[in-house]
Nanobody
Framework: QVQLVESGGGLVQPGGSLRLSCAASGSIFSLGTMGWYRQAPGTQRELVTRITSGGSINYADSVKGRFDISRDNAKNSVYLQMNSLNVEDTAVYYC???????????????WGQGTQVTVSS
């Protein structure tokens, strides 16, 4: 069993900052790419950012220069620092990770339960 637990969401005013954390636990042999998606009401889930095990990073154009992803491999964790937030960033943010549970097993995607980020004055 593998679990991803997010924390750090909440309500923030426009222009403010939040830091999301996600920790993976359970039966884990190795972690590949980790990242964050988000889903606003009435929209499809979209990629926000991702980071490979080697440290390569991609950002959605809408968050470039404002969001910063990082990971701590020793803690099986990924983080999302969000700055200069605006109302369009309001969404449920989901953490995900590519997990290999055994040395010869397949790689599968696991998801967190989501954390709400609301940007409002």
């Amino acid at each position: 069993q593998v679990q991803l637990v997010e924390s750090g969401g909440g309500l923030v005013q426009p222009g403010g900052s939040l830091r999301l954390s996600c920790a993976a636990s359970g039966s884990i042999f190795s972690l590949g790419t980790m990242g964050w998606y988000r889903q606003a009401p009435g929209t499809q889930r979209e990629l926000v950012t991702r980071i490979t095990s080697g440290g390569s990073i991609n950002y959605a154009d809408s968050v470039k220069g404002r969001f910063d992803i990082s990971r701590d491999n020793a803690k099986n964790s990924v983080y999302l620092q969000m700055n200069s937030l605006n109302v369009e960033d309001t969404a449920v943010y989901y953490c995900y990770a590519q997990v290999r549970r055994t040395s010869l097993g397949p790689v599968r995607d696991y998801w967190g339960q989501g954390t709400q980020v609301t940007v409002s004055s």
